[in-house]
Structures are given as C-alpha cells and as structure tokens.
C-alpha cells in the first residue's frame, strides 16, 4: 500500500497547454503539501492545506491553482504551462501542520517543451 | 527566519568506511530537524529526526545524527558506508509551532566506491 501516491509520474507537455497531477494519501493525515524541486534538485515549498484549507500559499504564479476536494487529496493544476515549470513536483503529507515530518510521494517528473 | 546549510554539496567515500554528512541550522525558535535521502529518480524518505527529545537521534539503515544546540548543527553520520547508502542527502528544518513548512538544506550527493 503506497502511502502518498501521485500520478502521473511523468508527464510531458507543450507550452501553453494546461495539465493536472493528481495525489493521494491514506494515511489519514491532516495536511498535505506540493513542493518542486528544480533542475539543481532544491526544494521548494508551493502550498499546503490542512483539512482542506489552504494555509501556505508561497510565492507562486497564479497558473498554479491547487485544490483539495477532500483531506486525503490534493491536486496541482497548471494553466499555460512555460519552459520554466519544467521540475519535479512532490506531494507529501503530515499528520500535523505544526513540526512533524512529512511523508513524500514518489514525484512528477514534468518536462515541458 | 529559518534557515539549512549544507556544508558539502558533494562526499565521496569508500566502502565500508564512515560517513559524515554535515549541516548547519539558523532558527529563531525551537526547531524540528530532519534528514531525508532521496535515491536517484525516487521520492523523499525520512532517515531520522529531531523533535526536542534526545540529542543524539538514531534512524534507518544505521544513520544516526547528533542535535548540538552550542554549534547550531545536526550532522549526519554512519559507521561504515554500504554501496545502497549512495543518494542525495537533505537536512531540513521546520518550527515546533508552525505552519508544517519544511526548510530544505541545498542537498549532498553521496558517492560510495567500492
């Protein structure tokens, strides 16, 4: 039983086009979360929701909407996708928002040409 | 303001004998530290962490790391590398009583050879 699963795992586009990761946990945490790593392989917080609510909304372009229709899931849409958004994107999840580790899916590798 | 320093982008060791992994932390509060270990083209995994118990943090695999409030650090060490110990390494800081955000260190790529 995968913990936190994302799908796809890879995903290449053309610019311009708009596209979804999509993640789950069953772990029955409270908070879930969307880092990126970049090309340097740095991570970077985007957002984070806890039961639903968003409560971490980094500097992000407003391309990037997130959305948590339930606490066990939290999908990345993307609008207009650039050269740029080319990165890994993790989910991960935590039992509480306040100084617990957080559990990581296995990624999307999104490539955007 | 919390930050990680990762004082070696890059460690290269051979088989068998210890690693050292180090990081440097800044934090205005009380802080929650992690190592995590990412294999190529895999996810993140939690390798041990520090949550204001006990200085000294055992984890999987035989890492353990060493809390040291006077040097502001928390490095990674372990015995005797193993050839599966070659990954990418990240030190990570989050506050007690935050919001859950995890500070990633810039990562240290391990190299074993045999």
Redesign the interface.
């Known amino acids: 039983d995968t913990a936190v699963s994302q799908t796809p795992k890879y995903l290449v586009t053309q610019m311009g086009n708009d596209k979804s990761i999509k993640c789950e946990q069953n772990l029955g945490h409270d908070t879930m979360y969307w880092y990126k790593q970049d090309s340097k392989k740095f991570l970077k917080i985007m957002f984070s929701y806890n039961n639903k609510e968003l409560i971490i909304n980094e500097t992000v372009p407003n391309r990037f909407s997130p959305k948590s229709p339930d606490k066990a899931h939290l999908n990345l849409h993307i609008n207009s996708l650039e050269l740029g958004d080319s990165a890994v994107y993790f989910c991960a999840s935590s039992q509480f928002h306040t100084g617990t580790e957080a559990f990581f899916g296995q990624g999307t590798r999104l490539t955007v040409v | 303001a919390q930050s990680v320093t990762q004082l070696d982008s890059h460690v290269s060791v051979s088989e068998g004998t210890p690693v050292l992994l180090r990081c440097n932390y800044s934090s205005s509060y009380s802080p ?1 530290l ?1 190592w ?1 270990v ?1 294999h190529p083209n ?5 390798l041990l ?1 520090y ?1 204001s118990a006990a200085t000294l943090v055992k984890g999987i695999n035989g890492f353990e790391a060493e809390f040291k409030k006077s040097e502001t650090s928390f490095h990674l060490t372990k015995p005797s590398a193993h050839m599966s110990d070659a990954a ?1 390494y ?1 030190c990570v800081v ?9 500070i ?1 260190g ?2 240290t790529t391990l190299q074993v050879k045999p």
Do not use: A, I, M
């Not at chain 2, 989050?94 to 995890?102: D, I």
């Open positions: 929650s992690f995590y990412q895999k996810g993140l995994q939690l962490k949550t990418e990240f989050t506050r007690s009583s935050n919001t859950g955000k995890l990633f810039q990562g």
